[in-house]
């Protein structure tokens, strides 16, 4: 298939590498000309112009957040520029409200809106094993199938409505914060009895927990192993951001996150903006007065 | 070896089947006398007064909670009839300050005092599966290993102070708490957008959180199947309330564990305290006016 | 001095028909006409479009809400309308983020940029006795000070920076919220043993809380009467995401705001947007399943 | 009236001086004799033992919590040692739980209780100027009012049920320091945007919040002055206590009570116990990082 692929960052990159990879003819644009020609040598084609990108048998989109995608698919004129007809396969997190805007402006368009963010980190892009959620037009989804496919693991249908995979996306974060400060709190408490944090967490991580996001991140704050960052924790307050929001336009009251919010931006106060958004779990430790 | 055994419910009566079946001498006290009948066709035999559980070479406890382990340990004097040298594995979820002073009353009699509390519900306990925390003086440990193998599938050590298992304990039940009380804002999340929350847990306990923990509550909590109860919701506010006071003890704050305990004690306001505990993870579509 | 007046609601009316009885040339215009009809019989000017309150000495405007004055101001074209010179008081209540935005396109404009917000309700406004706290150029500040003492009982100066107005007027309701979300847990806690809300704020807001704020809203609680609403829920909850924005754009977490946040969203989702805000104090109550 | 009177702390003393000076014999007992001593010269008479207290018309109770109370008057036998038909006026905060208790010994002893914490500080207590909340049997109560009128300003009567005054106390401080961690979270937020907290607490305690409560503890925290702690942060800690156990016991959930006990045990861990409560007010400055 002809695809136009935008953004490449850590993600995107992977992503379209393993389309390149499975015989597809992949376009990409990016901001910064660096992630460009990491991709030549694969196969890529490069482009000039975001819209040119809507050239395509499908167009994807994987971008950093809402304000760089209403910049490059909107300001910019780049949707604008799409055939009726065409697919847009949009793999980023966004807000729910966006995607409602993103929707209306593809109607206008004429141009089919998949909404595909997925689960994984940069190693998962890049190996394909993703986990992605799917919504839009069943027709639209069963053609992008095959890159679906190339990309991911595994492919999870939610219906017709494109914000619902968003909405699970963005829960999806949330839960994983929940996780991070769960740890964090029963880390501090048990070190308030003398107890390693990781000796707690190795026996939790490998019965009730054994899940790879405790494992993962349970290691982490056993160890205050907050850098280099896979995740930054500014990005986490975002995402954590985007599910108050999302709730408060269904009035979904949500106290957890609400908690996570406010431990989030003392984290930011405090300076640790930077580090893995793990470091939410270190922060019930400092404020208990533990090293 | 000879076992005194005190606490008959549905947790004590499938550890002492194991300690039966693995061709120990198992002598049981229960405050109601149903539960001791149930044991005899495998060969326990049983006690008129707790104090006779203390004529053994290790007596096992393993009663509901602070008050119950107070009354049948120490206002009956059952301790004071103990033999010193005598090892009293202690495996209820009692609170932190109670063990305190339990170490202190068995420092006093010459009882060699283990903590040992376990994780897994009745059927873990039944199936000998249970993963059991320990702590105490080494020796003894060393000694009542035997007896943890055969009601456990693994024994995880946390050195000499008994407290130590306990509030491990403590922070894995408010661990599991807190991943209900996740699963059930997230739901809450994504039916404001029309998703069931049961497809948005299926993808979620399938990948980043594919532990027993969450299949297990996540299940229950999409299927609002509360009834009949395994944990009864008013014993999760009990454990929520034993993290806080041991949290408190050292000065270390848990605010996902202040909420926990106002949605706990909210359900229990609303008549919901005889359900299962994951009905903590119903509160939060309910406050969003779900059904 | 001659005086464009934008937005004519409940507080908005009672302050320029008390400029009008200064002795004030006031040119009003309001979305809707009844408003304008009702204050022409005390001298003031109708308008048709409000582009042409900017041609004044001062401009005064008292919109609902950012969007309100986003629409009526910027979208509309009336600011560019303005003569440079010319002073523009703006007394809504707006995010900080909007008025950072206000004053770089007045900048632009080349208009003196004051904002003014007020403490009070309607009656308040109508017997000319709000609090206005200011922040602007001081110059323009001095040359509307005589406007301002016909509207209010007191200005409050800020500085220089309007924004610093706005905060403080964000920062005061979110107190208010705050004094009845306490109200309302406390009603539920003494009304837990027997005694009537209305005893115990009788005796706190006569003593420790004799303020204006408690005295009226503790009366509200006490009498469970929340309609008719002089300030609903709804704006309410508006205006705790106005402390939350501001706080979370300077890292600044609030607690108290995060739970106001989701009591009133629960509010809404149980259908009580329309209430009074004082209904906030209520859902300590029903939570705590109490009629 | 011949009075005994038991505690003889900062509060104790001027209410047992106001007592000596409306005329009443008092005989007094305290753990330390240099209180007593002070009050020797006023006409005092000291005692031995605090059951000596109980061989007079009224004892008067003003003990520093549920633990000296039972201390001194239930563990050492001084209530045991009452006459039947004695009245004990006991003044101290205590839980509601322990009041249950008291009541039901004072039952057995056949002793009147008449529970009237009070709110006001030490200046207060020396000045005659306490507010007391009373609440016990009315011809008890009658009989000691004479004495009542000399300790406050003022009596509010609440009943016959001991415990509703002192629920109400509870309420009444749980208020408190939410107007504290209100007016520390509007100071964060204003200060984030250049705004001084004392000027904007300025402007809203001569307002909106122009109470006792306000005024007194908005300086301090203007300021920043927590020492010399009039009372103490941990007290302040275990009063919060007192009204989440409270509201646990009636199935009473209190969101913002649950925020301040973590609030301030962070800051009992940050080495603040021994500053006045009102530092409660300074931790959210703390934890935007500002100075």
């Known amino acids: 298939m002809r695809i136009g692929f935008i953004g490449l960052g850590g993600m995107g ?3 379209a590498a393993n389309l390149l990879k499975a015989g597809h003819e992949v376009r990409v644009w990016n901001r910064s000309r660096e992630a460009v020609e990491r991709l030549l040598a694969q196969g890529a084609v490069p482009l000039d112009e975001p819209h040119q990108a809507f050239a395509a048998d499908v167009t994807i989109s994987m971008l950093a957040d809402d304000v760089a995608t209403r910049a490059v698919l909107l ?12 697919i847009h ?12 805007e993103l929707v209306e402006h593809h109607r206008q368009a004429g141009v089919d809106y998949i909404a595909a963010p997925v689960f994984g980190r940069t190693d998962m892009a890049a190996a394909g094993k993703l986990n992605i959620v799917v919504a839009g037009p069943p027709a639209a989804i069963a053609k992008v199938q095959p890159l679906l496919d190339a990309m991911g693991q595994k492919t999870w249908p939610l219906g017709e409505e494109p914000v619902r995979a968003n909405v699970v996306k963005i829960a999806g974060n949330f839960m994983l914060a929940s996780a991070i400060e769960a740890m964090g709190e029963a880390s501090a408490l048990v070190q308030g009895y003398g107890v390693e944090a990781g000796d707690m967490l190795e026996i939790l991580t490998n019965t009730l927990f054994a899940a790879p996001a405790y494992k993962g991140y349970g290691a982490m704050i056993a160890e205050r192993r907050f850098e280099p960052a896979a995740f930054k924790l500014t990005l ?10 999302a709730g408060q336009a269904r009035n979904v009251p949500l106290p957890f996150a609400s908690v996570l919010r406010d431990n989030l931006l003392e984290a930011v106060a405090q300076g640790e903006g930077d580090l893995d958004w793990a470091a939410l779990g270190g922060r019930a430790m400092k404020r208990a007065g533990q090293a």
Do not use: I, W
């Open 75 to 86: 300001d910019s004129g780049a949707l604008a520029a799409a055939q009726p007809g065409a």
């Open 89 to 100: 396969l949009s793999m980023a997190t966004l807000s729910a409200a966006f995607v409602g």
């Open 236 to 245: 986490g307050l975002k995402d954590v951001g985007l599910a108050l929001s």
């Open 13 to 15: 990159s992977g992503m």
